[in-house]
């Protein structure tokens, strides 16, 4: 029975599922420039825009919720796109833009399996919205930093008060 539950838990996305649907924090198999390891996440308050619960690690996670709640007081309404991705969710969102667009890390490569990482909804055409112009501004008094010039959705957890090169 545990050899079938293990299988079933990697072939689910690579993460040890054995706990209540509920719960605040889990752990994880997140990946580093294509390393396994043991990986603790916390739920966010806010939900993915499909409605799927947002996980980041729990240092980014902390700065995430303060950061939003600021941004709530300036009446910008930060919402997620994407977060913490287990490696299916990688292989199925890299597939998929491989024949479609944008490029997309490969399974294991991405900044989204360290749980440091969220695109959020910056607007249409992208980074046209007050999220966008609000996260230049402040995102990074929170340590969050737009890094890939390509995608101003994009944004990495470098650490509170963190200002590192290129933010967009």
Known sequence: MPIFILAAAAAL???LFLY??????RIVIG???GKPYPLTVQRLSVKLQNGDAAWLRPDAAAAFEAMRATALQDNVN???ASAFRSIAEQ???YVKNKLMGPQTAPPG???????TTVDLDTGAPAGTNSTYAWMQRRGWE???QRTVSS???HYEFLGVGARQGWTG
């Open 142 to 144: 929170f340590g969050f």
């Open 91 to 93: 292989l199925v969102l």
């Open 20 to 25: 209540a649907a509920f719960a605040q924090s």
């Open 13 to 15: 996305g690579g993460g």
């Open 151 to 153: 995608e101003p959705w």
């Open 109 to 115: 490569w991405s900044n989204h399996q360290q749980g």
């Open 78 to 80: 930060i919402q997620v």
């Open 31 to 33: 990946y580093d420039k």
